[in-house]
């Protein structure tokens, strides 16, 4: 059975910094192109950002919001991906979801930023 | 980025009746390698996204037959044969042809 599990939401002041970490498992993690997307509440759907599998040089990708911003990186020894967040804005309050290749996606973990 | 523009953005559809939703891109969705990278998800209320098709008419592993995706080029279609509770939710279409990947607004479905 394919899972993928979030963690590390919560509430952060703006200009903080919080990580986010998704953990695989069920599939072969190594290859998947991992990406996050988020949902502010009540609205749609947005893109963050990609890493790209190792077969494919493991490189990153960012939506211009949050790029400079926010970081993924992944460890696939632990089958975990992450998204390192800084400079937090309150445009950045939303649901975050991890998502392999669009085909699985988590639970989502909440992140609120707020004075 | 490209823009995707679903309609309608709300429909009601009564149990057992066909629903339609259709999907425009800006650009041409045509990828180099000639495929069409425009996805369909269904997110059901206090639930992730679920991916119903992926490329263009593809269904993902354990969705019903009664959804089905067409189209070519900008324009795309979702269709549900007969509508049934279950189906109650939100339906976006996705681009991951051109980076970033974009989303439509959404198109809220409600049974009666």
């Known amino acids: 059975e394919v899972q993928l599990v979030e963690s590390g939401g919560g509430l952060v002041k703006p200009g903080g910094s919080l990580r986010l970490s998704c953990a695989a498992s069920?599939?072969?993690?190594?290859?998947?192109?991992m990406s996050w997307v988020r949902q502010a509440p009540g609205k749609g759907l947005e893109w963050v950002g990609r890493i790209k599998g190792k077969t494919d040089g493991g490189t990153t990708d960012y939506v211009a919001p949050v790029n400079g911003r926010f970081t993924i990186s992944r460890d696939d020894s632990i089958n975990t991906v992450y998204l390192q967040m800084n400079s937090l804005k309150t445009e950045d309050t939303a649901v975050y979801y991890c998502?392999?290749?669009?085909?699985?996606w988590g639970q989502g973990t909440l992140v609120t930023v707020s004075s | 980025d490209v823009v995707m523009t679903q309609s309608p953005l709300s429909l009601t559809v009564t149990l057992g009746q066909p629903a339609s939703i259709s999907c425009r891109s800006s650009?041409?969705?045509?990828?180099?390698?000639?495929?069409?990278?425009l996805n369909w998800f269904q997110q059901r209320p206090g639930q992730s996204p679920r991916r119903l098709i992926y490329k263009v008419s593809n269904w993902n592993s354990g969705v019903p037959d009664r959804f089905s995706g067409s189209g070519s080029g900008t324009d795309f279609t979702l269709k549900i044969s007969r509508v049934e509770a279950e189906d109650a939710g939100v339906y976006y279409c996705m681009q991951g042809t051109h980076w970033p990947p974009t989303f439509g607004q959404g198109t809220r479905l409600e049974i009666k």
């Open positions: 650009q041409s969705l045509v990828y180099s390698d000639g495929n069409t990278y």
């Open positions: 998502t392999a290749d669009s085909r699985y």
């Open positions: 069920g599939f072969t993690f190594t290859n998947a192109w």
